[in-house]
């Protein structure tokens, strides 16, 4: 397809730990369109920063084996799982940015704001340092710093948690990368700056055709922003759809888990919410079929065998890996899916009217 800009396919990665190897993402096939939103959701541990961080060699090292396909639109240099270092380096940063989880961490305490993004756009133009340092006052007042020039100069310690985030999105979009993998970007900032770092994003995406990879674990951010989801558990990709489609249709048991555990703002108010039994997998050892299956209520004969991610009972687009029918999957959504509908039609994690009169439609 033509808008695609990001291609994976059967995309592995395990590390080397005490006892064997550990599978952190296994087989992942998946696109990313111009322009795009593609929410990786699920908990700590599913493969979802391993998996982004693969995509352009960040976590590469002699512990770590990684195998697939990962290409670029309009990119000769073909497979970046095999491309050398040197490659990487031209890729990074330029075609592909990531704004890290941990702002403070990421950034360097010994430089200034300013500097660290006009770093960022010397590594891969050839530009005078007043001509980068211009620039990088410019981005940071793009996303958002209402004194860019007086940022510039400060150091990442004499910055809010938001104003780090947002110095971590001007590195990003420095060199106009086609694909911004944003790891956790409203991760412990309040709803306030997380709303409007998530403005930053739409704003980013309108004007500038980038194409995202949002990971985080807030439901109400892939309600607010995310075009696409993927829902990852265990390493692989169990559900993924459009927005619609996986908050108000969700077909996996473990995504119906995940809107459940979901706290609603309105109607009665639960004694205690539904959560998801048992742990997440974090050993070396995997079950033979369906890795959900120790979990779920509904597992049966059928989920011995590995399920295919395929649409069964969705629409053209919306994916699944889940043996169940729709009798069990009607019965396992009535089991407090709904619940989540309330909170994803909320002011920060808001659904477009059409897709809340759709959810009502079929209620």
């Known amino acids: 397809m033509s808008d695609v800009v990001l291609e994976v396919r059967g995309l592995r990665v395990e590390f080397d730990v005490p006892g064997g190897r550990l599978p952190a993402v296994t087989g992942v096939d998946m696109t990313l369109r111009r322009g795009e939103i593609l929410a990786l959701v699920g908990e700590s541990g599913s493969g979802k920063s391993a998996l982004s961080m693969s995509l352009v060699g960040l976590n590469r090292g002699p512990r770590t084996h990684i195998s697939g396909h990962v290409s670029l639109s309009g990119d000769p240099g073909g497979n970046l799982v095999e491309a050398p270092e040197s490659r990487l380096r031209r890729v990074r940063g330029k075609e592909v940015a990531v704004v890290f989880q941990d702002a403070l961490a990421a950034l360097n305490p010994l430089h200034r704001a300013g500097a660290q993004v006009s770093e960022m756009i010397r590594a891969h133009r050839d530009v005078s340092r007043a001509a980068a340092w211009d620039r990088s006052v410019e981005l940071l007042g793009e996303v958002g710093i209402a004194g860019p020039r007086q940022t510039a100069r400060a150091y990442p310690h004499q910055l809010s948690g938001g104003m780090r985030q947002r110095v971590m999105i001007a590195m990003g979009l420095a060199n106009d990368p086609a694909v911004l993998i944003a790891d956790e970007p409203t991760t412990a900032l309040d709803v306030t700056i997380q709303a409007q770092v998530l403005a930053v994003l739409e704003r980013l995406r309108a004007d500038h055709g980038t194409s995202i990879i949002l990971i985080t674990h807030d439901l109400g951010v892939v309600a607010e922003i995310a075009d696409r989801v993927a829902v990852m558990y265990a390493g692989r990709i169990v559900e993924q759809g459009t927005r619609e489609e996986v908050l108000f249709a969700p077909q996996h048991p473990y995504t119906m888990g ?29 079950p033979p079929g369906c890795a959900f299956a120790p979990r779920c209520s509904f597992a049966h004969g059928a989920c011995d065998d590995p399920p295919a991610l395929t649409r069964r009972f969705g629409g053209p687009g919306h994916l699944d890996a889940c043996v169940l029918d729709e009798r069990a999957r009607t019965t396992a959504r009535l089991g407090g899916t709904s619940r989540a509908s309330s909170r994803a039609s909320s002011p920060l994690g808001g659904v477009p009217g059409e897709a809340a009169h759709a959810e009502e439609s079929r209620s």
């Open 258 to 286: 995940l809107l459940a555990s979901v706290p609603p703002i309105d109607g009665p108010i639960a004694a205690r919410l539904p959560a998801i039994p048992g742990s997440p997998l974090t050993g070396i050892d995997r």
